[in-house]
């Protein structure tokens, strides 16, 4: 069974830092494009960082750029977010997701409504970032 794990959510303050894991299982991570969302309260879903299949191409969301940085270790198939210099609009529930397109384009990264290739897509985790 093909599927994606986050981990690595939790309780920061303000200017602090974490670092999110996307497990994969069932595939190997290598041979696919893979995104970060992210759902606030009352938000919609945003992209926040991708990293194409040759791990040669990232991109980030304007809100992410500076501060975030995506990675992948191919030994444990599994994709990182770090997030440095948290701020309280960073709380959310973060995803990770297949991204056959992430490669596609040099712009900002986003969540394209249109698309329904997003294939598999992990249960997220939490991160709060409050004093």
């Known amino acids: 069974q093909l599927q994606l794990v986050e981990s690595g959510g939790g309780l920061v303050q303000p200017g602090g830092s974490l670092r999110l894991s996307c497990s994969a299982s069932g595939f190997t991570l290598d041979y696919y494009g893979i995104g970060w969302f992210r759902q606030g309260p009352g938000t919609e879903r945003e992209g926040v960082a991708c990293m194409d299949s040759s791990g040669l191409i990232t991109r980030y969301a304007d809100s992410a750029k500076g501060r975030f940085t995506i990675s992948r270790d191919s030994a444990k198939n599994t994709v990182y977010l770090q997030m440095n210099s948290l701020k309280p609009e960073d709380t959310a529930v973060y995803y990770c997701?297949?991204?056959?397109?992430?490669?596609?384009?040099?712009?900002?990264?986003?969540?394209?409504?249109?698309?329904?290739?997003?294939?598999?897509w992990g249960q997220g985790t939490r991160v709060t970032v409050s004093s």
């Open positions: 997701a297949t991204d056959p397109y992430c490669g596609y384009s040099r712009g900002s990264y986003y969540y394209d409504f249109g698309r329904e290739d997003y294939d598999y």
